[in-house]
């Protein structure tokens, strides 16, 4: 059986800010970039052995804007203490300090960063229950 894949795409006004944050800080690889594809330029970040991968597109003369509440979330669930730690100082060596959370619920066991665009990233200490 094939397993599903999945892609969270979403606008930016700017691609080249929120590499630092994908890349660098949540340690994810560029996959594949894009320019002048049907009047969207686009970046892949995502790990090429994992089933998801982000997708950012610009469209010129289209204002995306920031995200509309600060609740606006991606959570990844990392179990292992080591992990989760190595997690949360790449973000901090990368320049980005965890953000209080809107539902003081994700701040018990993770932290939360938020990208250039407004948009959060929960990295919890906990597995997924589910």
């Known amino acids: 059986m094939i ?9 930016t006004d700017d691609i080249e800010a929120l590499i630092p944050f994908y890349r660098d800080g949540l340690g994810f690889d560029i996959l594949h970039r894009f320019d002048g ?11 090429s052995d994992a089933p998801y991968h982000f997708e950012f597109t610009r469209s010129l003369g289209h204002a995306a804007g920031r995200a509309p509440t600060r609740d606006h979330l991606l959570v990844f669930y990392l179990p292992e203490p080591a992990e ?13 300090m965890a953000v209080p ?26 597995s997924w229950s589910f």
């Open 3 to 11: 397993s599903p894949k999945l892609r969270v795409a979403r606008p």
């Open 37 to 47: 594809h049907d009047g969207f330029d686009g970046v892949m970040l995502g790990r």
């Open 84 to 96: 989760w730690q190595a997690a949360i100082d790449r973000m901090e060596d990368a320049g980005f």
């Open 101 to 126: 959370a809107f539902n003081p619920y994700w701040d018990r066991s993770g932290r939360t960063f938020e990208d250039p665009d407004g948009y959060r990233v929960v990295i919890q200490r906990a």
